[in-house]
């Protein structure tokens, strides 16, 4: 069986004075790699408290997308940013604290929840 | 190219189930099982050291083999591939989500054995990554993979890890003990290759992206395994039978 694979697309916002959102789309594989990064790199201009992952669009990751997400959160410690998302279904959830993501990632239900923990 | 057609591609079957602990089975005559059942699976976020992003590879040039036959291969000889002082346990299951893996290795000369395991928290036809129990040296995914580059299948070896503890950590400042646990990995690359009828050259590419030590993590030497397997050792001829 031949599967379609969708490419990795973000879209970046911002959400308040201090935080932005990045909306990721389709797959988070060692493939997504340029793609996050430069997502990231938009998203956390001077100024930015929090970078917020929208996954609420995810189709589909392995575990070197979860490496990735391991980079993320070491680049937002250096620039002591904090790493915040909202938008995973139940399956995702339960990777995130399988990988104990969960701990590192604060996790939150929605976007208003999560931008309101920015401001916290 | 991959062919499009209406279904998306899942990783539903691909991930273990959350599990809060560890927990073996199956485990053969000769294993040492410790240091695992009750443990937590860690992540490079719950790790001590520095983190280092390591990737060691080797071309099968000239062999006919894709990427998911050597992972198959990979997948159900793994222990067979490690090189000699590290032994390797997978119950029947082999290489699948949610397997736990018994690890007995020799860590430095003299030392008695370390037992610890792994947790399989991912596998698909091209890939299978592991996490370690707490007490293994190492806190962070091990991704073994092959791919096609080029019409030769690469086969890869990816860490993304911390040493779990101060102590394992000041250990693998040590360059000789640093370089004995990159070895596991080079050794492991050619005997897969060797498997396949290739004497390839393994490359290493090992940076450190996180040079800080995560002290919140320090309190994880309370499960260091070499310690632990040590008491284990000394204690042996008392337990009772």
Redesign the interface.
């Given at each position: 069986?031949?599967?379609?694979?969708?490419k990795t697309e973000v879209s970046i916002r911002r959400a308040d004075a201090g935080a932005c959102i990045i909306a990721v789309r389709g797959e988070v594989t060692t493939a997504s790699e340029k793609t996050l990064t430069e997502g990231y790199a938009q998203a956390s201009a001077p100024g930015t408290r929090a970078v917020i992952l929208d996954f609420s669009g995810l189709?589909?990751?392995?575990?070197?997308g979860?490496?990735l997400l391991?980079?993320l959160?070491?680049r937002a410690?250096?620039q002591k940013q904090r790493l915040l998302a909202y938008g995973l279904n139940e399956?995702y959830r339960?990777?995130f604290?399988?990988?104990?993501?969960d701990?590192?990632i604060g996790i939150y239900g929605s976007e208003a929840e999560a931008v309101g923990a920015v401001g916290a | 190219m991959e062919e499009r057609t209406d279904t998306q591609r899942s990783d539903a079957a691909n991930w273990a189930k959350p599990v809060r602990t560890l927990s073996t089975r199956d485990v053969p005559a000769g294993a040492i099982d410790a240091n695992v059942t009750g443990r937590r699976p860690v992540g490079a976020t719950t790790g001590f050291g520095k983190l280092w992003q390591k990737s060691f590879s080797v071309r099968l040039d000239g062999a006919a083999v894709t990427p998911q036959e050597v992972i198959a291969i990979w997948k159900t000889h793994f222990g067979d591939f490690w090189p000699k002082g590290q032994r390797m346990f997978l119950p029947a299951g082999g290489v699948a989500p949610g397997e736990v893996g018994l690890i007995n290795a020799s860590t430095m000369p003299g030392a008695p054995q370390m037992a610890s395991g792994v947790l399989v928290v991912y596998a698909d036809d091209e890939s299978f990554s592991f996490m370690g129990a707490e007490g293994l040296p190492f806190a962070g995914p091990l991704t073994f993979s092959a791919v096609d580059e080029g019409g030769s299948t690469v086969v890869k070896v990816d860490e993304l890890t911390r040493a779990s503890d101060p102590f394992w950590e000041l250990s693998l400042m040590m360059p000789v003990l640093r370089e004995r646990q990159n070895n596991i990995w080079r050794a492991t690359l050619r005997n897969v290759a060797k498997h396949f009828g290739v004497e390839g050259r393994v490359e290493s590419r090992i940076v450190c992206v996180d040079p800080h030590w995560q002290w919140s993590q320090a309190k994880n030497i309370w499960h260091n395994a070499a310690f632990r397997s040590t008491l284990y050792a000394v204690l042996r001829p008392f337990r009772r039978r």
């Open positions: 069986m031949t599967y379609a694979v969708r189709d589909y990751m392995n575990s070197g979860i490496g391991v980079m959160l070491v410690n250096r399956h339960q990777i604290e399988l990988t104990r993501l701990e590192a | -």
